[in-house]
């Protein structure tokens, strides 16, 4: 009970305190105070106010998300490699900034301790399918240019990304770290080719003690920009 | 006297809308509608009306400026990529401009241009917003999806999507909350919120006592939403958190988490 009581005191404190600050403001039903008219000086030629006014003409299309699928190596520790493949959406922030969303499915191999005993495995065979979904935040490092022979200029861009999420192995879901670097290589206005590096990084005790393992991988894309 | 007119372009960015509702259906319907504008050649047309405008290779500052188009010549915009303008100039030459550099071009009939951009006020005022935050719950790993609907200025609804990821347990927890926001004109802008929900826990595989629950929570909590740039949110929050367990006692966990969202 003592618990209801100090959330119920929070709660008045909270919106209490608000309250005393700004009482007009509380939930906006105050009375809204409208400015006086800006008087027009004479002889200005341009209205401060930009009118925002709907329009007919075509809208200029805005490119500024990527979405695209991935296909590599997984290195998953302790229990080999493995062929890895998911999809990545991106939205560009600004031409510095983006952010991305992945996921990703792999699967793990027999450790060598599986091999060597030749007794009963660790894992079932679904336990070892790895899945993971990441949210990252990246930045172009060096945008450049590449060039083919004489004639051929394209786009090019070496980023880094960071970020967190979850991976599903061994019959649990996981709290997992990861950074990478790729190359993007943007073969015409809309298309991307991508080369990335990646560690994911999770706790896992299955093998005795805990620890820290360090699963890497390393892909090709192809992405879409729309 | 006569009176300037200037016109606000709103960009397609305004399809982070349909993204949110569903990725595919935008992947889906924006292929055909490019196509269709190509294919009718209706771009739109601006003059240049500095002494020139520079053209680069790419959409980025660093990218070097190839070509320039002289004033009273006329460009087509071909499409934006954050805030670089894809052009062609009369000579047929395809490059990319700032838009600083395009503000300052005019409409075929004389008037203005201003490109529509999300700014502070936007962030006063937009109605959704949806967002990731990550953090730590009671000792444990959390990640966050939430979107929320601004009822006005001050007062907004959220609903949240929480993955719990600890040492022992994991689970979920979906939630309903209430916002207030005192100074919502503020750049860092303070709130206070009050929800309710639910927590679902199941013990880790590796432990073998302990069972699945769905228990009942109630929450207050306060933090702050900065406004970063263009639709760019950045928000920090703490929470704390009375779970209704089936048992004697009601637990208390305290929640920190940061992130970032979109409005639009």
């Known amino acids: 009970m003592e618990s209801r009581f100090r959330l119920l005191f929070l709660v008045i404190f909270a919106f209490g305190f608000s309250g005393c600050a700004a009482t007009k403001n509380l939930f906006g039903f105050g009375e ?41 190596v997984m290195s998953i520790e302790d229990f080999g490699s493995g062929v890895v493949y998911g999809a990545r959406l991106a939205y560009h922030v600004t031409e510095g900034f983006f952010v991305e969303g992945s996921v990703g499915q792999s699967e793990g191999g027999l450790t060598s301790f599986e091999i ?38 394209y786009n090019t861009a070496l980023y880094i990304s960071a970020g967190l ?35 994911h990084l999770f706790d896992i005790d299955l093998l005795g003690e805990e620890k820290t393992a360090h699963n890497l991988e390393g892909s090709l894309g192809v992405t879409w920009f729309f | ?81 954050t805030d670089w303008f894809q052009v062609r100039a009369p000579d047929g030459a395809v490059g990319w401009v700032d838009r600083a550099q395009m503000e300052r071009t005019l409409q075929t009939t004389g008037s203005e241009i201003v490109f529509a951009e999300a700014d502070q006020e936007d962030f006063t005022n937009a ?31 959220e609903v949240w999507g929480s993955q719990i990821l600890g040492n022992f347990s994991n689970g979920w927890t979906g939630s309903v909350n209430l916002t207030h926001e005192t100074w919502p004109d503020w750049r860092i802008s303070p709130f206070f919120t009050l929800g309710t929900g639910v927590i679902h826990t199941e013990p880790k595989s590796t432990i073998i ?26 928000r920090a ?15 208390e966990v305290e929640e920190w988490k940061v992130g970032f969202a979109f409005f639009f």
């Open chain 2, 1 to 81: 006297m006569s009176e300037r007119n200037i016109t606000t372009i709103l960009s397609t960015s305004r399809s982070i809308n349909a993204l949110i509702i569903a990725v595919l259906v935008v992947v889906l319907t924006q292929a055909p509608t490019t196509a269709i504008a190509q294919a009718a050649g209706e771009y739109r047309t601006v003059s240049v009306a500095e002494p020139y405008l520079e053209m680069h290779t790419g959409p980025g500052r660093g990218y070097p400026v190839f070509h320039v188009v002289d004033r009273g010549d006329s460009v087509e915009i071909l499409m934006r990529r």
């Open chain 1, 116 to 153: 060597l005993s030749g007794g009963a495995p660790l894992l079932s065979n679904s336990e070892r399918t790895l899945t993971y979904y990441n949210l990252n935040v990246g930045y172009n490092i060096l945008p450049g240019e590449g060039f083919i022979g004489k004639g051929r200029a």
């Open chain 2, 127 to 157: 109605k959704w917003e949806l967002g990731v935050l990550a953090g730590d719950f009671g000792g444990a790993n959390i990640i966050s999806l939430y979107g929320g609907y601004s009822l006005n200025p001050n007062v907004s609804i």
């Open chain 1, 165 to 199: 999420g979850s991976t599903r192995f061994a019959g649990d879901d996981r709290f997992t770290v990861n950074f990478g670097a790729g190359y993007r290589f943007l073969l015409n206005d809309s298309i991307a080719l991508h080369v990335d590096f990646r560690d």
């Open chain 1, 32 to 72: 809204e105070e409208t400015p006086p008219p800006a008087e027009i000086p004479e002889g200005q030629v341009i209205e401060p106010e930009v009118e925002r006014r709907e329009i007919k003409e075509p809208e200029i299309d805005s490119e500024d998300f990527e979405l695209g699928a991935f296909i590599g």
């Open chain 2, 237 to 251: 929050e703490y929470k704390s958190y009375v779970v209704f367990t089936s048992r004697d006692d009601n637990e």
């Open chain 2, 209 to 234: 006592q302990g069972e699945d629950r769905t228990d009942q929570i109630a929450h207050a909590g306060a933090g702050f939403r900065v406004y970063a740039t263009r639709r760019f949110i950045l």
